[in-house]
């Protein structure tokens, strides 16, 4: 099993930067993608950010410019820094990834338990 511990979260005025931090720890094999997603209240959940081994990132549309995504491949931890907060990012989020372990030798997909973020306007 994987465990992913979040932090970072809280509350900042429009405009503000926050850093999520995602630790994870376990019978890890092997680190695959690891990524953000995020939920706001009464919609779905969406992607915000991902990267890969190799260090390939994707981003949202609407965080693309603003938010960072690191990770430190040593540590099993994946980052997501967020620069210029806007209203509309307020939301829970949520650290994934994507990880294999060895006994039993399986590749599967981990949740943190989520972090809220709240920007004030």
């Known amino acids: 099993q994987v465990q992913l511990v979040e932090s970072g979260g809280g509350l900042v005025q429009a405009g503000g930067s926050l850093r999520l931090s995602c630790a994870a720890s376990?019978?890890?094999?092997?680190?695959?993608?690891m990524g953000w997603h995020r939920q706001a209240p009464g919609k779905q959940r969406e992607l915000v950010a991902t990267?890969?081994?190799?260090?390939?990132?994707t981003y949202a549309d609407s965080v693309e410019g603003r938010f960072t995504i690191s990770r430190d491949n040593a540590k099993n931890t994946v980052f997501l820094q967020m620069n210029n907060l806007k209203p509309e990012d307020t939301a829970v989020y949520y650290c994934?990834?994507?990880?294999?372990?060895?006994?039993?030798?399986?590749?599967?997909?981990?949740w943190g338990q989520g972090t809220q973020v709240t920007v004030s306007s």
């Open positions: 994934n990834v994507r990880a294999a372990t060895l006994i039993p030798f399986r590749v599967s997909d981990y």
């Open positions: 376990g019978s890890i094999f092997r680190l695959d993608a």
């Open positions: 990267m890969t081994t190799a260090g390939t990132t």
